[in-house]
Nanobody, 126 residues
């Protein structure tokens, strides 16, 4: 059974930075695309960022483009989400997810993902 574990969430002020990590099994990081999603209170879970298994292709939601960076270290079986210039509207539970169909389409859809982490809370507030 695949296990993904997120960490790095917390309470920060607007304009601050935070880096989330997601650690998983080796067999996942050898071939799966990895995505980050978030879910704010009362809202649906939404796509944030995606990295192909090699890390050579990355995609972002418009709302985070230029502020967030997804990266991965397959040797450490870990994917990261560097979040800069955080805004109150970034407040949410952040989830990482693994996708076996590592193509350049569909990565923003929840149904494309095979495994999910338990989530980590990010709160941006002054």
């Amino acid at each position: 059974q695949m296990q993904l574990v997120e960490s790095g969430g917390g309470l920060v002020q607007p304009g601050d930075s935070l880096r989330l990590s997601c650690a998983g099994s080796r067999w996942i990081f050898s071939s799966y695309g990895m995505g980050w999603f978030r879910q704010a209170p009362g809202k649906e879970r939404e796509f944030v960022a995606y990295s192909s298994w090699s890390g050579g292709s990355t995609y972002y939601a418009h709302s985070v483009q230029g502020r967030f960076t997804i990266s991965r270290d397959n040797a450490k079986n870990t994917v990261y989400l560097q979040m800069n210039s955080l805004k109150p509207e970034d407040t949410a539970v952040y989830y990482c997810a693994a996708r076996s169909g590592d193509t350049a389409t569909g990565y923003e859809q929840l149904k494309e993902y095979d495994y999910w982490g338990q989530g980590t809370q990010v709160t941006v507030s002054s």
